[in-house]
């Protein structure tokens, strides 16, 4: 299946959802300009569709590879990735002092949406290196800035976030990775990390692994965390790539979908000759890790956005061609394609509409990103209580709409050569990986409501209603208002109980007002319609479901705990 990058829904989408031209409109980000912001859109479809869309089923069927001397990965991979170096789209976002373009967080989303739709895990690669970079921009030293950034920013050199330990899965205070004192400035670091995507590879001369680890007589828990700077071969006098630094991989993950992402098993110093730097102050590593896992989130919930689109398009393009049974009630007894079957238009809108609600809902938490950077202290906020919504109901959606794309196919979309179910495997880890759909909405309930003494969510529940016209979407939101105020005084118990059905309404709510204002916009042409369409559904019909959660929403956690555990095996 050929794969078409959706400029112009992302063009739309940035104009009215971002309302980039608003940020453009500023001395940092001016270089924004409409030409420029087209000729980005342009530029990375064409990559897209030309280089990596082509890959795609190669990276699932063959996959990356483990062998003693590192992770092989598969044909084409490398030259394509040089190419988007070439490009220069990986410093899209990044500070011009780095060696970037200093473009806006939204634009930067853009392009990695396209890349990601296109092949995503090929992706992933791009979207930690961004991460890294986000944690040296913010808590490196100038010294460490001036040797990784202008690599990193071009892509020539990848990145990597190395949290997870065998023992220490989402609890990250319990890793045990150790960093001891060389007493010239420098760590000895030693510690094994587990699901460490893109941990190694063959596409750049250099990877720049962030790693979590303890120093000598650290506090136990999550105070006693510091981040070090760990590259896979230690800088030479000249600033290039020189000795190896002891940062072994152990194994890669056989799993579900991904397959083209190496998610490696790291080992680092096992001859004691890892060296390491220590980024930001010692103790200081969950704050530095945030600013990487707050850009990863959004990056994930993007993810949702990226397979939904992929699967669409395959979907959309299988039941424009597939030809079944005469539609039903129709005198024309012939076979028809499938997409004049009802059942099959139903699966075809929601996929749009659920597609293009997860996009504006996480590039407008893009857009906060940009806002924050220019000092807006409400958008930091704003940031703050999207951030989760966007990683869980984002990525809900991508789930969602690649199993529906199986669905359409029929029995061919069980079937791999169809390639609709590689959707569905790729985006299943997406929920799960940088924190957990549940630990979003716990962090939605147990911090986010209570941001700025609750004035960010009523702030953004203001903001809906402002602008909100359908009486359905306005019932939601009172609803979410409603429940925000019960959790904000609700037991522990009580207030987590109800924390996904809740995050799941306030983020079909949010979604509903910026698909609304979209439609408000839409033109005649065939895409104007097609938006139309989809918003219309949208608040037709899957803002009504939402408040079908209300009951969850709004109950007590007395029945989760009126058994005891083991009758759950009962």
Known sequence: MAFTPATTEQRFVLDHVVRIGEIAATERYAAASDDVVDAVLEGVGQLASGEWAPLNRTGDTVGAKW???????????????????????GGIGVEEEWGGQGLPFAIQTAVLDTLGSANMGFALCPTLTVGAIEALQHHGSPEQQALYLPHLATGEWTGTMNLTEPQAGSDVGALRATATPLGDGKWSIKGTKIYISFG????????????LARTPGAPAGTKGISLFLVPK??????????????????????????????????????????????IGAELGGIRAMFTMMNNARLNVGLQGVQVAEGATQGAVAYALDRVQSARAGSPNKDSVKIVEHPDVRRMLMRMKAQTQAARALVYYAAGQVDRANLGDHAARNRLELVTPLAKAHGTDLGNEVASLGIQVHGGMGYVEETGAAQYFRDARITPIYEGTNGIQAADLVGRKLGLDNGGAFATLIADIRAEAKDERLLALVDACEAIGRKLATADADDKLAASYPFLTMLSVATCGWLMERQGGVAGSDDFGRMKAAAVRFYLDQIVPEAMGLNAAANASAAVLYSIEADLFAA
């Open 200 to 211: 190694d590879h063959d596409m750049a001369p250099n990877i720049v692994h962030l790693v």
């Open 233 to 278: 071969y230690r800088l030479q006098e000249d600033g290039t790539p020189g000795e190896f630094n002891d940062v072994r991989v152990v194994s890669i993950e056989h799993k579900m979908g991904l397959h083209a992402s190496p998610t490696c098993v790291l080992s680092f110093g096992d001859n004691d000759d890892c060296i390491g730097e220590l």
């Open 67 to 89: 062998t003693p001397d590192g992770v092989v990965m598969p044909d084409g991979f490398a030259q394509a990735y040089k190419d988007y170096v070439e490009g220069g789209w």
